[in-house]
């Protein structure tokens, strides 16, 4: 996340030792830098990305090539370090590259590569800047194929992708939905929160709401089993006042025997 740029604050130390490396000589730009990123504007926002990264790891669990993150700084040249003028947006989507922890995406440390999806979530203080430099910074500089942003005062939600050079409006479905070439998801709205959806219109669950799932499933199988154990608990009951009956009434027959045995006996 960015402020308009002056009033970005400063949070910790960009560097980890100096400014440049020098290696045999030659003049090296500074990697593994430290994100330095202004705090979130609200809890919305906090919110909406970690949602966002939730998902979409869990979905791609199984694949080691893809980076998922948000609100971290994206250092793209040494002009920008001396400026700082930072770059970090407020979820994004690395493609073709190791799944691993950072503590920034430093461009000219993960091989030249970009992002290939950038999001970003409006506030009155960076409306502006997203939907102008930021755009014009994505498209140009970027090259980011796949750029959208999304107003959570209006709901307003803008896709565009990279063609030819310029960005393209992407033609929402018939749900407001926006599909991601790059994703090859759709991102929609849902309860006035970003969400994704598969190509087939299948709302992605969180792992809070898959675990959710779950116990609620376990809950109902609980209960379908306590249901079946009343329902053997009273069959139980039924064939034991059965058998119940069944003996009293061969005692009352044997009592009856034995009383007309009796009066026979009398007779004679």
């Known amino acids: 996340m960015e402020l308009p740029h002056g009033l970005l604050l400063m949070s910790q130390p960009v560097m980890l030792a100096s400014d440049t490396i020098e290696a045999d000589g030659v003049h090296c730009p500074p990697t593994n830098l430290w994100s330095d990123e202004p705090p979130l504007e609200s809890d919305f926002h906090r919110d ?50 190791e799944k691993k922890d950072r503590r920034s995406w430093v461009v000219w440390d993960e091989q030249g590569q ?55 409006s992407i033609q929402p479905t018939e749900q407001g939905w ?35 799932q779950e116990h609620q499933r376990a809950e109902q199988e609980h209960q379908r089993a306590e249901q079946e154990r009343q329902r053997a608990e009273q069959e139980r009951q039924r064939a034991e006042q059965e058998r119940q009956r069944a003996e009293q009434a061969e005692q009352e027959l044997e009592q009856l025997r034995a009383q007309m045995k009796s009066r026979g006996t009398e007779a004679d």
């Open 178 to 212: 926006l599909w991601s070439q790059q994703l090859e998801l759709y991102l929609g709205v849902n309860k006035n929160k970003l969400r994704f959806f598969t190509s087939d219109g299948e709302l992605i669950p969180s792992p809070e709401e898959l675990a959710a």
């Open 48 to 97: 909406q990305i970690d949602l966002l990264i939730g998902i979409l790891r869990w979905w791609w669990r199984d694949r080691d090539d893809a980076y998922v993150s948000g609100n971290l700084t994206v250092y793209y040249n040494q002009q920008q370090l001396k400026s700082r003028d930072f770059r970090g947006p407020d979820f994004f989507v690395v493609l073709g590259t």
């Open 114 to 168: 970009y992002p290939n999806l950038i999001l970003e979530i409006l506030s009155n203080s960076t409306r502006q800047v997203d939907k102008g430099p930021k755009k014009q910074l994505y498209q140009n500089i970027f090259r980011t194929p796949d750029y959208f942003w999304f107003d959570p005062d209006t709901v307003e939600l803008q896709g565009f992708h990279l063609l030819d050079g310029q960005y393209e």
